[in-house]
């Protein structure tokens, strides 16, 4: 690899997908999308479980609170929505916590990898997170279930926000 780029660059080659102002205004949309108290508390959750598992030393730190919320945001975005659901900090958790972790001992002398432990930790959340009701800016309701998360963003009667 390293003999394959002498006297050769390859990032001449790229070709610029995005523009500065393009990434700066998806950027700003991003930081924009909803996040309701209910899916913070979960995010929280999480990274709480980690703290406290025992194959777990040192758990994730305030700094992947942020993180998993920043890139559950995206995800969102991504998904064409302008709020978050449990299934996108799900989706982010394993990746964006994962590397934060130092495993115990006795947990790296069985081979225990990260990824398991936090797997272990989204299994488990069922008892983490519960649903509910919140009231938030305009007709909107948010509707969801382990099994309807596209049914979310509908038009709603009461103005309230159903989170779960």
Known sequence: ???????????????????????????????????????????????????????????????????????????????????????DVREVFIHTVAHRLLLSAKAESMGVQPRQVLEEILDADATLYRCENEQIHGDVTYLSSEDVYDALYAQATDGYVYAC
């Open 1 to 87: 690899m390293v003999l394959q780029r002498q006297g050769h660059d390859p990032l001449v080659e790229l070709t610029q997908l995005l523009g500065t102002n393009e990434l700066v205004a998806l950027q700003e949309e991003v930081a924009q999308t909803y996040i309701g108290n209910e899916v913070v508390k979960y995010v929280v959750a999480l990274i709480n479980a980690t703290r406290n598992h025992t194959s777990i030393l040192r758990g994730a730190s305030p700094r992947a609170t942020l993180a998993v919320t920043a890139m559950a945001k995206a995800v969102a975005r991504l998904r064409g929505r302008g709020y978050v659901i449990p299934q």
